[in-house]
């Protein structure tokens, strides 16, 4: 029905940049908040940012000043530029869409894309 796919993830050096970017694509849907998740190996599956339809941000105080969320509604699309990157910032980062069809709700996530902070 909905699918995300990410991209942009990879290996790069501590205080380096990354960009993902998150296309959702599929049947007839809206689309109201979307954002990216990130899980380590052991851990549980943490919000990193969340933004509304209308643009309004929200970010996991671990990434405030740091990461920047943003979204392009016309291309259903959702983009995450991370700088100052951290090693603790490692992890698997996965895509979510909460999209709606006749007034009915669905959270969707992505496949996922590795980001290594490494020197």
Known sequence: QVQLVESGGGLVQPGGS???SCAA????FSIN????????????RD??????SGGSP?????VKG????????????VYLQMNSLKPEDTAVYYC???????????GSWGQGTQVTVSS
Do not use: E, H
Not at 33 to 44: C, I, L, N
Not at 66 to 77: G, P, Q, V
């Open 25 to 28: 694509s599929g049947s007839l």
């Open 18 to 20: 990354l960009r993902l």
């Open 33 to 44: 908040a979307m954002g990216w998740f990130r899980q380590a190996p052991g851990k549980q």
């Open 96 to 106: 979510y869409a909460n999209t709606v069809k006749d007034n009915r709700s669905q």
């Open 66 to 77: 740091r990461f920047t969320i943003s979204r392009d509604n016309a291309k259903n699309s």
């Open 58 to 62: 929200n970010y996991a105080d671990s």
């Open 47 to 52: 919000m990193v940012a969340i933004i509304s």
